[in-house]
C-alpha cells in the first residue's frame, strides 16, 4: 500500500470516529443542556469535517495535533454518568488524563474530573426556559438571535421570544427573516426559518419569534405576548445611559443589556473579567464595545503576571453601518467619506472603557482606531510598558497557557499560524485571539497583536453575559487542578 493510501485510509478512519461522535454530542445537548467542547470550541451541531478540523486546530494551542481516536472514549463515558447542564471539555480532559501518573482509566478519570456536574452536585435544569427580547435587528441583532436559537438546546436554557424593530413597509418581517437566513459575511443560518405571516412570527430551528413593531419603548407591553421576566439586549445603540435604557423596563421585562458601551453609572462588563461584579439586582448592564472586549482579556493576563505601567492601543477596525458607502454628509469627522475606499482615522472609546473593567489596573491606556475597507475582523495591536523585564518566548508561551487551561480560554484564542489573515477569523467565538509571529518583546516592552470578529466573537461575549445574569451560565469541566 502506498503512503498515500495510508493517509486515505486513516483520514477515512477519522471520519467513521467523528461521524459516531455527532449523535452522543447531540443526545447529550438537547437531553441534558450539556455542550461539549474541544479546547474552549463547541462541537455541538457541527459536521464530521468541523470536528475533525477542531482536533486539528488542537495543535496551534496545545502543540501537537489532537486525534479523534483519543477523545472518543471520554465522550463515550460521560454517556455512563448522571450529568446535570454543564460545559464539559474533552480536549482537557483527554490533556489532562495524559499527563496524570495515577493509572486511573479514562472511565474513572472522567467521573473525577466532572463529578461537580454529577449526581448531587449537578444544577437542576430550570423548568423553563428564560425569555429573551432582541431590541433592533441589525448585525448584531440577527448574530444574536443566531446563537440564541443555536444554543435553545432543551428548553430549558435561553429562548428567543420576540424582536422589536420599527416597520419598515410592505413585507416587512418576509425580508427580516431573509437577512437572517442569509448573510454576506457569516453564510446561511444553520438550519430551517420560516414566516408566520398571519401572526407575525418568524420560526426559526422550531423556535416561534414574535416580531413587535413600535417606535419607542414606551408602545410596548410584553405580557401581551406571554412575555415575561425578560432579558432584553438593546443593540441599536439609541440610548446608553440609565435614564434611557430604563425605557425598556416595561411589563415582562426584568434586565437591559446594551451592546454598546455605556455611559454614566451603567456597568460596562467584559465576560470572563469583570462579570462577577453584577449585583444580582442590577436591572442595567453594558457590554461594553468590541474592542474593548478585545483588548481588555490579554491586557489583564499580561497584568497579572508582569505587570503594566502604561499602553497604548491601536486598531484597525472593519467599516462599520455607521459611515457612508459614499462620501455624504456625517456628523463625526472623516467618517463621511466612503468607507470601502478609504482608511478612515477616527476615534475609540475602548480605551477609556478600561478603568471600568479593569479598576485595579493603575495603568494610564491610550487608543485609536482606523477604519478600514473590510467588512468584518479587525485588529488591535496593544503596546505595554510592562511592570518587569521579560522574553518574547516566555510571553508567547504564557499567553498560549492563558489560552488553554486559565479562566481566560474562552476571551483569548491563540494562533501560530504564519499565513494567518483577517478572513481566517470570521466567526470566532473567541473576543481575540492572540497572534504569535508577529508579537514583539523588548525588556519591559511588549507588543500584542490580537485579532477579533468584532461582529460574531463580540456577539458570542454578549450572550456569556446574558447567560450569566439569567442564572443558565453553566460550569465547565474539567478544573485544571484536576
Not at 114 to 138: Q, S
Not at 452 to 469: A, L, M, P, T, W
Request: glycine share 8%; net charge negative; with cysteine.
Amino acid at each position: 500500500m502506498t503512503v498515500n493510501e495510508d493517509s486515505f485510509t486513516n483520514w477515512k478512519h477519522r471520519e467513521e470516529i467523528a461521524e459516531s461522535m455527532i449523535p452522543i454530542i447531540g443526545k447529550l445537548h438537547r437531553e441534558q443542556d450539556v455542550t461539549v467542547l474541544l479546547h474552549s470550541r463547541s462541537l455541538v451541531n457541527k459536521s464530521v469535517v468541523s470536528i475533525l478540523k477542531t482536533h486539528r486546530f488542537a495543535r496551534q494551542i496545545a502543540g501537537e495535533e489532537l486525534s479523534v481516536t483519543e477523545t472518543l472514549p471520554f465522550l463515550q463515558a460521560l454517556t455512563t454518568l448522571d450529568l446535570g447542564p454543564s460545559q464539559i471539555d474533552i480536549g482537557m480532559l483527554a490533556a489532562l488524563h495524559r499527563s496524570d501518573d495515577r493509572g486511573l482509566s479514562v472511565e474513572a478519570f472522567t467521573a473525577e474530573a466532572v463529578a461537580g456536574a454529577t449526581g448531587a452536585n449537578k444544577i437542576e435544569c430550570r423548568g423553563e426556559g428564560r425569555d429573551v427580547v432582541l431590541y433592533g435587528f441589525g448585525r448584531i441583532g440577527r448574530l444574536l438571535a443566531r446563537l440564541l436559537i443555536e444554543k435553545a438546546g432543551s428548553g430549558n436554557g435561553l429562548r428567543l421570544r420576540a424582536i422589536v424593530v420599527r416597520k419598515g413597509g410592505a413585507q416587512d418581517i418576509i425580508k427580516r427573516a431573509s437577512l437572517l437566513r442569509r448573510d454576506s459575511i457569516h453564510g446561511q443560518f444553520q438550519g430551517t426559518i420560516t414566516v408566520d405571516e398571519e401572526h407575525g412570527r418568524i420560526v426559526a430551528n422550531g423556535n416561534e419569534i414574535q416580531m413587535i413593531y413600535a417606535d419607542d419603548p414606551s408602545e410596548v407591553d410584553y405580557t401581551a405576548y406571554g412575555i415575561k421576566d425578560a432579558i432584553l439586549i438593546d443593540n441599536t445603540g439609541r440610548w446608553r445611559d440609565r435614564e434611557g435604557l430604563s425605557q425598556h423596563l416595561r411589563p415582562g421585562v426584568d434586565k437591559v443589556v446594551l451592546t454598546a458601551p455605556g455611559k454614566g453609572d451603567v456597568p460596562n462588563i467584559v465576560h470572563g473579567v469583570n462579570h462577577d461584579m453584577i449585583k444580582p439586582d442590577e436591572q442595567i448592564i453594558s457590554c461594553a464595545s468590541c474592542t474593548t472586549n478585545a483588548i481588555v482579556p490579554p491586557l489583564k493576563a499580561m497584568a497579572d503576571e508582569y505587570g503594566v505601567e502604561r499602553g497604548h492601543v491601536e486598531t484597525i477596525h472593519s467599516f462599520t453601518n455607521d459611515q457612508n458607502l459614499l462620501d455624504n454628509y456625517h456628523k463625526a469627522d472623516r467618517r463621511g467619506r466612503s468607507a470601502p475606499l478609504n482608511m478612515v482615522i477616527t476615534e475609540t472609546g475602548a480605551a477609556s472603557a478600561v478603568a471600568k473593567a479593569l479598576p485595579d489596573l493603575n495603568a494610564t491606556i491610550t487608543g485609536s482606531s482606523i477604519r478600514v475597507p473590510v467588512p468584518d475582523v479587525s485588529i488591535a495591536i496593544l503596546s505595554l510598558q510592562l511592570g518587569r523585564e521579560t522574553t518574547r518566548d516566555e510571553v508567547l508561551e504564557h499567553l498560549r497557557e492563558v489560552s488553554l487551561t486559565s479562566p481566560l480560554k474562552r476571551q483569548i484564542d491563540f494562533t501560530t499560524a504564519p499565513d494567518a489573515v483577517s478572513s481566517d477569523f470570521i466567526g470566532s467565538r473567541h473576543a481575540s485571539i492572540i497572534d504569535a509571529g508577529p508579537t514583539k518583546v523588548d525588556g519591559d516592552n511588549a507588543i500584542l497583536y490580537l485579532w477579533y470578529d468584532n461582529e460574531f466573537g463580540y456577539s458570542c461575549q454578549v450572550i456569556r453575559v446574558v447567560q450569566h445574569v439569567s442564572g443558565v451560565e453553566y460550569p465547565t469541566f474539567p478544573s485544571p487542578a484536576v
